[in-house]
Structures are given as C-alpha cells and as structure tokens.
C-alpha cells in the first residue's frame, strides 16, 4: 500500500494501481471514455487528465501508475476546460441526439460540453446502419474509436473480428475487408457491446430489466434452475463427470432429463440466432451415460433433523422434494399407489423414449441416501399422515386422469383416453386397440399414443389436430420421428362427432381455418362452413388433456380445473404445514417443470421444519472462466450436431430407445459451439458520474 493525496484528500491506495483506479476506488469521478478496467489502457481519449505535482502538462490518469507520495488535482478550472474541448472534439463527428443512457452521454453531461458550441453542427460521419446481422446492430456513425470493442475482441478474447480500418479522418471499426461478421471470425460473445460507451453497438433486444437473466437464457429458462451455461461448458473441456456434478447439484434426474426434457433452454439459446441452438438435452445425456458415480462421495446428508416429511406421489416433483429434504437431514417417506414409482415419467412416458433401466436406477439413488418409498398404498387422509407422527406432507400426486372430452359419442367404450393408453402399455405391454386409431390432439400426449399404438400392433395411426403443425404443441422432433414412422397427421381438422357402426366408429369433423391468435397466442381454429366429412376407425384415442382427480377426503381448495390452490412461491396451501406441486398444481406439465416444483417445495418445506431452506449445495467449485476464446475457422456457421436415431421401420418394430447417444466428438464439437454467453456478466461494469459537475 501507499499514500497519495487525491484533491486534497489523502488516501492509502494498492500499488500498481493507475490514478484514475485510485481514485474511482475511493469515489472520486474523473471522467474517462477509453477507459475499462478489464482492457489494457491506451490513453487515448485524454478525458481522464489530471494535474500531479512535479510533473509537466496534464498526464492521462488511466496511463499513470500511482507513486508513494502523489499530490493529484482532477477538478481545477484549467482541466475543465481542456475537458469540454476534449469532449467537443469526440463531439464533432457525431449525431446531435447522444445515445440515451450511454456512458458517453453521462460523461458528456458531467464535462458540460453539451451546450459548448451554440449552433455548432457536427459533421456526421455517412456511415449506413447494419441491422441484418445477429444478435447485435452497428451503428458506426456513433463510435467514438475509443477503441473498447477493438481492444477486447483482440487483446481479451484473441478472436481479431473487428479493427480500427483506414486513417485520420477515415478511421472506423470494421471488420476486415467489411466482411459480415460471420464471415470475420465473430463469436458472438458480445464483449464489445458490452463494453462500447457509444450506442454504436447494441444489442438487438432490450436488457435494462432482469439484465443478467436475459444475457444467460438457458440458464434461465431452465424451469429447475440448472447451471446450464457451466455443464455446457465443462463438457467442451471434456470434464465429463465434472459437468454431470454441475446437473446433479440441482436436480436427481439427470439421466431422465437427457432422455425426454422438453429443453425449453435450447428455445432460448442465443445460439439459435447465429444458426441452430445447442443439442442442451443431448449433452446432459451424455454426461449421464459416463456416470462413474464419482458423485455419491459429495452427497453429505445432515445431521437428523427428527422431523418427518411424508410425500404423497412419486412423479418427478415428488422424488425431486425428497431427495433435497432428505439430505437437509429430515426423514422422508414416499406413498406410491401404483406398484412401482416414477409417477407419469412410468407411466405416460414410451420406453422409446425413456427406457426403464435408466429411471430405475435413478429412483434407486434416491433410495439409497435414505428416502423410504411405500408402494402399492393409497393415501385416503392428510391427517391420518399427521397422526401417524408425520410433521409435513407434500401433495404431488400429479394429473394422472385422461379426458375424453365433450363430443357426442365420446363416451362410447371403443373410445380410448390417451394416458389410459400410455398406462396399459408402459405397464403391461399391450393395450385392447387394433386395427385402425384415430388419435385427436395435437401435444406430446398425442404422438406418444399414436407411436406407441403402432408399436404394439396398430395397422395404422392418423392424428387428428385443429391447427397445422406450425401451432402443435408437441416437440419438433418427436412430430418429425412420428411422420418418419408412418404415423399421419391430418391438420385443421376438428372431430364434432362420433357414431358406432358395429365394426367401426365413424368420426365427424369439420374443416378448419385459422382466425386471429386466441388467448394461448395461437391462432384460433374457426369452423369452415359446409367442410364436413367423416373417417373410419376401429378405435379412438383422446388426447385432449388431464385432469388431476384430487380426492375430496385431502380437503384442498380447488379451482375451477379442480388443481389444488397453493401460494405459487411457497407451494403451501390453507392447510398448515400441507404443501402441494407439480401437475397437481400447474396442470399437466413437463418433468422439467415438476422437479422444478420439487426443489421449490423442499425448500419451503425444509423452513417449514426449522431449516433455513437453503437446499444448494456445490459439488464443483465455482471457478474463474478462462475469457479468452481465440480464433476458429467457420465458427459461427458450425451447425448443430446431428443426432442420430434408428432407422424408422426398425424402431417402430420394437420400444428400443429411438434416439442413438452422441459419440464422444460430436459432443465436444456441440458444445464447442456454446457462445459462452455467461462471459459477458464477467465484464466489470464502468463507473458513471452520479450528477452534473457541479464545480
Ligand atoms: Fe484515460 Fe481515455 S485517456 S480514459
């Protein structure tokens, strides 16, 4: 450390701190531009100058390693004035308009220099806009050439996409040759529109709310919170079981999850707007296949708590509670009314998909740390939990009860609903349906049914959906593979009826048009006049949702879709000490979102029990990213890996898992292509001056 006096004020600094760090770390504003405290100073702008006693001129403090000793001035009549010259300089080139909120702007209104040259019109540089391009728009009329951007896509991230072109008045950032930035070698990490004080880069979407969550979409939007961006991460480094630790920090299902999340991260991965989202869900399978289980040694259960949770249903939401109430040391017992747990991960989802072992064995783990699970025992009273010693339940019992729906002739016994469907054959193998199918329903649901149904002797399955494919509910890929495995789809067509004909069912639609967006966004499907007409059918599947059939002994409030009302953060209900989540709760939802619910209610449940609900726990430490990034040929047109699946007309011939795994490479290239978004929220925000100069 050392002493130096800052305008009047003395102060004890670190050595090898420059001036202006001096004194912006003791809330002393000097004004800076070229300045960024995790860029190489280059002293440019000449902003920052103070005066120092014993040396000549006015040294730019940025530049100017603090000495034992220093008397500095920053705010004398004589640098303010040089100031405003300064800044009428960079001024003079630019549009009148100051980009709003920019730094320049801030720093702008501190030196004064707005009102500087009454009447003074600036020769604005006769730059075009560039809107075309990913991700981010240039607006080079507005750089100032402080050379931020330059700085950090050379110096920081060694990738050299854009420089300082041409000379003396000419000069502009630019890629080489004015190539596109695809074409330059850009990466998208957008380090200089973090870093450019101007508006002459700027993000094509808006970040000034929730700014760190919208810089980092997979993480968040990830609905159990997995550290997305960090296991992507460490699979390009080929830490394998350090990237599944990162998954299993947050959720006992990875290998599920890898199997059939429905990825809302890669909707959102900024990836997808340079070329294709990154294979999230492929990765995380193929960390989970690698398990060594090198894991178990970092689970540490806590000391016995002596309270007692009992959770009813053993689904994703309820086997996620358990497993973190478990390990914050509280005793967990789990009722399951089918014979075997896993709740609709069992019993919805086709081995096609999700083969059992993998589920079994993940169930299993969280046997073993201690969670008792009770099969074949039907809860009847949340009471009699409590009498019989338990301190808090979890209602997660989800929406197991298909719907049929209101058409005449639905309840005719040849009309199937499609979770009985799903149940009869993930459970016994076969279900009484031959011959022709008809499923109606355009969601996962739907395709799972009409997949399954082939699989197990259907001479054919035709999807009847009121909408076209573009507004199916159902994943893009499992549609494709359906349609690759003979499976028909008839769009914008809706059943109105259905008649029994003894051999058959006759069932009546109308066609479809689509009108404006309904209330779920979607275009809403409106009748064509005089479109009738009918289709034959040996069976008909409705996948047209499910219901939750909460029994009435439990004495939840319900609302009008009978889910049971909860307080959305806490998922407690009127009840004390009774808690509910999952499908119960939302409705039918993804397993992603119920292990989502699972971790909200352990946590709530864990304070409910006198614990502090903190049920994060690290089994790799965080560690400092590695911000440089380099140069890589054809880097942003890289595509999205392929994966592979088996071939459709051996697939549908058995339930063998459809989907092939990623080889070792395709992995490593996949997420080689991440863009490393979580970089830019390592980049130190700048100090801004808080007011107007008022000296
Ligand atoms: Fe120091 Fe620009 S010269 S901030």
């Known amino acids: 450390m050392m002493k130096i006096t800052i305008d009047g004020i003395l102060l004890e600094v670190k050595e090898n701190q420059t001036v202006l760090e001096a004194a912006l ?16 100073a280059i002293g440019a702008c000449r902003l920052c100058i103070v005066t120092i006693e014993g040396v000549k001129g006015f040294p730019a403090s940025c530049t100017t390693k603090v000495k034992d000793g220093m008397i500095i001035q920053t705010n004398t009549a004589r640098l303010r004035e040089l100031r405003k010259d300064i800044m009428g ?14 730094q320049l702007e801030k720093v702008a209104q501190w030196v004064g220099s707005n009102s500087l040259f009454p009447g003074f ?40 996409a854009i420089d300082l072109a041409y000379r003396g008045v000419d000069t502009t950032v630019s890629t080489g040759h004015y190539f596109s930035l695809k074409d330059s070698g850009c990466k998208f990490c957008r380090a200089c529109v973090e870093v ?116 009813v249903g053993s689904g994703p939401c309820g086997l996620t509670a358990a497993w973190f109430l478990r390990i914050a040391g509280h005793r967990v017992t789990v009722f399951e009314s089918h014979s075997q747990a896993g709740g609709m991960m069992r019993t919805a989802i086709p081995k096609y998909r999700l083969p059992r072992e993998i589920l079994d064995k993940e169930i299993g783990d969280i046997v073993n740390i201690g969670v008792e699970l009770k099969l074949n025992t039907k809860v009847e009273s949340l009471n009699n939990l409590f009498e019989e010693g338990f301190d808090s339940v979890l209602v997660a019992i989800g929406a197991p009860s298909g719907m049929k729906g209101g058409i005449p002739g639905a309840d005719n016994k040849k009309v199937l609903d499609g979770i009985s469907v799903l149940h009869d054959i993930n459970c016994s193998g076969r279900a009484d349906i031959s011959g022709d199918v008809a499923v109606i329903g355009g969601g996962n649901v739907a395709i799972d049914v009409a997949r399954s149904v082939l699989r197990t002797g259907a001479k054919s399955a035709t999807i009847i959906y009121r909408r076209t494919e573009e507004e199916m509910p159902a994943l893009k890929e499992e549609v494709q593979e359906a349609l690759e495995e003979g499976v028909k789809i008839k769009f914008l067509s809706a059943p109105v009826g259905i008649c029994d004909l003894g051999n058959s069912l006759k069932l009546e639609c109308l066609g479809i048009s689509l009108g404006e967006p309904d209330s779920s966004g979607r275009r809403a499907p409106v009748p064509v006049k005089g479109s009738e007409f009918s289709l034959k059918f040996n069976r008909i599947v409705m996948a047209i949702g499910q219901s939750a059939d909460v029994p009435e002994s439990f004495g939840f409030d319900l609302n009008k879709k009978g889910l049971i009302v909860v307080d959305e953060q806490s998922l407690c209900c009127s009840m004390a000490g009774v808690f509910a989540g999952g499908d119960a709760v939302s409705g039918p939802a993804s397993v992603i979102e119920a292990i989502g619910a699972g971790r909200r209610a352990a946590v709530s449940i864990d304070k409910y029990l006198g614990g502090s609900g903190n049920i994060e726990h690290r089994y790799i430490p965080q560690e400092e990213d590695i911000v440089y990034l ?65 000296e």
């Open 121 to 160: 019109k600036p020769v604005v540089k006769d730059i075009s806009l560039v809107l075309d391009e990913p991700l981010f728009n240039r607006d080079l009329k507005r750089c100032i050439l402080c050379g931020r951007c330059v700085r950090m896509c050379q110096d920081i991230r060694g990738i050299g």
């Open 196 to 311: 450019c004080p101007s508006g002459a880069l700027v993000d094509k979407l808006e970040y000034k709310e929730n700014r760190q969550e919208k810089l980092l979409p997979c993480n968040n939007s990830c609905p159990a919170g997995i550290d997305v961006s960090r296991y992507v991460r460490l699979v390009a480094e080929g830490r394998f079981q350090d990237s599944l630790e990162v998954i299993r920090e947050t959720v006992p299902f990875p290998h599920v999850l890898g199997c059939v999340c429905t990825h809302p991260c890669e909707e959102a991965c900024f990836r997808g707007d340079v070329t294709e989202p990154i294979a999230i869900r492929a990765l995380k399978r193929f960390v989970a296949q690698l398990d060594t289980g090198r894991w178990r040694s970092k689970v540490k259960i806590a000391k016995d708590t002596g309270k007692k949770v009992a959770i």
């Open 89 to 102: 300089l960079i001024l003079s080139e630019h549009p009148v308009e100051i980009y709003s909120q920019s």
């Open 630 to 694: 380099g140069r890589e040929k054809g880097f942003a047109y890289k595509k999205r890996v392929d994966i592979a699946v088996i071939p459709a007309d051996e697939r549908v011939k058995s339930f063998i898992q459809t989907e092939c795994s990623l080889p070792e490479r395709s992995a490593l290239e996949e997420s080689g292509r991440c863009l490393r978004c979580q970089l830019r929220l390592k980049i130190s925000q700048v100090s801004l001056p808080l007011c107007k100069n008022s």
């Open 25 to 40: 770390s003791n809330g002393i504003y000097v004004p800076n531009l070229c300045y960024h405290p995790n860029l190489p």
